[in-house]
């Protein structure tokens, strides 16, 4: 096993950093590392913005439900589905670019570029010693947030990174089966096995939330994940994005 290998299987989701920036040095590093990411077409439908100033960080904070890794980290970056480039190009090269870019499809590159380009990056800080915590709490209030960093029509901010030194390291989350992920040549939904493999699953994270909290706590996967999705939340996100003249056809 190589390095990268073990600083990919290490990840966990760090939410206690030091009063430390990370050096502009740094920062160049993982954002050049972010975008040697893979790119639908060459489109690189993204942007990424540092946000630096404290204010805009505790605003940002609050917006995401007052995540204190949001306002006190190494630095703060987010990630935005980018077309709004693509629509100067069109007007630069005479080109009726709209109907593409206000389509499904190019939302949906917009969408995995920005993913591929953030997971770089992840990588990236961490290989360097850091820690990270995708924040996907940004988009509670993506109004607000587009105000705060004054992004234009046809860019969405999707989630935060908030990479630091860490001053707490927590054990890694044991993942879904290999099994239950991973299928040969077409889907195998075999309803009675996945459900075993559930169980068995739910199991290991049952003991793993209560060897980690003192017996406070063993909740099951899929009671999380049941709880979690009958609460309807982020629903205005499809007008949000029709509004931003994306993915309306």
Known sequence: MNKVIETILNHRSLRQFEDKPLTDEQIKTIVSCAQAASTSSFIQAYSIIGVTDKDKKKKLSELAGNQE????????????????????IGEQEQKNVIPSIESTEKFMVALIDAALAAQNAAIAAESMGLGICYI????????????????????????????????NITGTKPRLPFEHIYHVNEYQPNKEEYLNQLKKYDSVISSYYEERTGGKRKDRWTEQMAIMLEKQSRMYMKEFVQKNKLDLR
């Open 136 to 167: 996907g709490g940004i988009r509670n209030q993506l109004e607000e947030v587009k105000k705060l960093l004054n992004t234009p029509e046809r860019v969405i901010p999707l989630f935060g990174l908030a990479v630091g030194y860490p001053t």
């Open 69 to 88: 890794q949001v306002a006190k980290n190494g630095h703060f970056f987010i990630f935005c589905a980018d077309l709004y480039r693509h629509a100067l």
